[in-house]
């Protein structure tokens, strides 16, 4: 194939919510702006009316359509019809490259493509993890399961793309030393990204914006602005923005804790539009790869109080003394304390603008995937 041949790309993943989702989006648009025909295989079960108008927002890029079929989190006995789905849809579409982000993803990429393989077909199978199994320790045994998963899924990988350094050490400590090429490609964002976001009148003391999930934090978050409220003498607001199988349970912590009249539930949306509803940003999670949400609220010009987690002490920098303790609501509280107090002290800790958007570019980030694809395919 001519290195400047026009790719046929499939991206499939599971969840069409969260970064993996702002991932695959930002890809399509820079891989179809450069000539390459583009489709998506994701879950049909997850995501609401906000995940069907982001679809709407790359439909025009998707050449090769978008396809979703019920694809559940674990594994069960309907990943089967699942793996037979995929394999009709990717195999009427005569990819050079299948992509698979995430664990669920990145399975059905290599087995399908294997498949393929077999058929003759000379179609690369790419795989970014994206955090995924990685989140699992080796004292569990759900977690040796899937890391021995991994493992095997190797033999049938053409390239490993990870999105942190933090990523690709968890990958060789937890599965070994990466057996196929492999690359360290940041996400990246948008110029206009990079433009100024000033909260809105009446926009609560703290913002939570994610997936309504325990992984996430938002537990974490209740607790702590409870005890920070304590620690300074008087209420504070927050609003938490989004969706997820938890949060009801979210919903019935607040209730509990008599919090519903300061803490505010709302739908997931735009992150720059939910970056308008809240002073101080915080990300309270347990584990992350390299999250969208810490790049797009520095990127806006508004502090962040986040998790020692995953990639994030990259964004930072490593001896940041603004990043804490996962899952540590007294810690968190003390944060969010100080915060209100000191409000300049947290801006004056985040990292340089200038140096933010010369190392994380969805440009350069696309550009650097799509020359690791070729690499692949010779």
Known sequence: ????????IVHCFRSPVGGIFRHVRDLVRYQHEAGHKVGILCDSITGGA???????????FLNLGLTRVPMHRSIGPGDIVTALKCRSEIKSLKPDIIHGHGAKGGAMTRLVGSQLRVSRSRVSRLYSPHGGSLHYSRSQLSGRFYFALERFLERFTDGLVFVSDYERQAYTAK?????????????????????????????????????????????????ALGKAEKLIGKPLSAMMIGDGDDKDKYRRMLEASGQTDRVKLEPAMPVRDALRRGEFVVVPSRAESLPYLVLETLAAGR?????RVGGIPEIFGVDSPVLIPPGNADALAKAMANTVGSPRELMAQMPDKMDLETRFSARTMANQITDFYRDCTA
């Not at 194939?1 to 046929?8: C, I, K």
């Not at 906000?50 to 025009?60: M, N, Q, S, W, Y």
């Open 50 to 60: 906000h995940e069907d108008a982001l679809f709407d927002t790359i439909r025009p």
């Open 175 to 223: 599965i070994g030393p990466p057996r196929p090429p492999s690359r360290l490609i940041y996400n990246g964002l948008h110029d206009k990204e990079f433009e100024d976001i000033t909260p809105e009148e009446g926009a609560a003391d703290f913002l939570y914006v994610g997936m309504m999930r325990d992984l996430k934090g938002p537990d974490v978050f209740i607790d």
């Open 1 to 8: 194939m001519s290195d400047h041949a026009p790719l046929r």
């Open 303 to 307: 502090p962040v109080i986040a998790t």
